[in-house]
């Protein structure tokens, strides 16, 4: 991120710096790819069915121990840094320091493409069943930083994401808003309202 320019209130500086400088740096495992499952068609598709119960186990076992802890963790620290940029954007927002906004906007979105959104790339119905509610929670807080920056198209993804890829995880407990423990079902109601504000 470049230094922010002279025309930006100290206070938007400082906010930037300090949001700049205070992450720690994310290394992202290179996790094999994982094997996507086909449908089961019904009671009669028994072949179909073991290859599927087969292909889940092994996926679990790739993220067993240490590869599992690891992989919550990096998805952890990606957590706390959007609540990070959340809380830096409502700030400038309430200073009305348009010139530190668009330049911390600037950084942000590279990092929700480049940390984020690689983070949580590949076969969702594959993924190991702890890291679903982590997963969940990472998109609730995109779609809160996306909510400070006014992207009413990109919110709505999000909540399609979540809507389509968590249907089964709609009574698990997930953060959103931020510090409250609430449904997923409550989270997506109160986002669906927060669209229609923006």
Not at 111 to 131: F, I, K, N, P, T
Request: negative net charge; glycine residues 4%; hydrophobic residues 45%.
């Amino acid at each position: 991120m470049s230094e922010p320019r002279e025309h930006a209130s100290p206070r938007g500086v400082a906010l930037l710096r300090t949001a700049r400088d205070g992450f720690p740096s994310i290394c992202l495992l290179a996790l094999p790819v994982l094997l996507a499952l086909g449908c089961t068609a019904g009671p009669r598709a028994s072949s179909e069915y073991v290859e599927m119960v087969m292909q889940v186990e092994q996926v679990e076992a790739q993220l067993d121990g240490e590869a599992l802890a690891q992989q919550k963790g990096a998805m952890r620290r990606v957590y706390r840094d959007m609540a990070h940029f959340q809380t830096t954007l409502a700030e400038l927002r309430r200073h009305r320091d348009s010139d530190a906004m668009a330049l911390f906007e600037a950084f942000a979105r590279p990092y929700m493409a480049e940390r984020l959104d690689s983070l949580l790339q590949g076969e969702r119905s594959v993924w190991h069943s702890e890291l679903r509610p982590l997963e969940a929670n990472l998109l609730l807080a995109k779609a809160a930083l996306l909510i400070e920056l006014e992207d009413r198209a990109g919110l709505a993804d999000v909540i399609e994401t979540l809507e389509r890829d968590f249907r089964a995880l709609r009574s698990t407990l997930v953060e959103y808003p931020r510090g409250e423990n609430v449904t997923l079902q409550q989270s997506l109601a109160k986002l669906q309202e927060q669209r229609r504000a923006l």
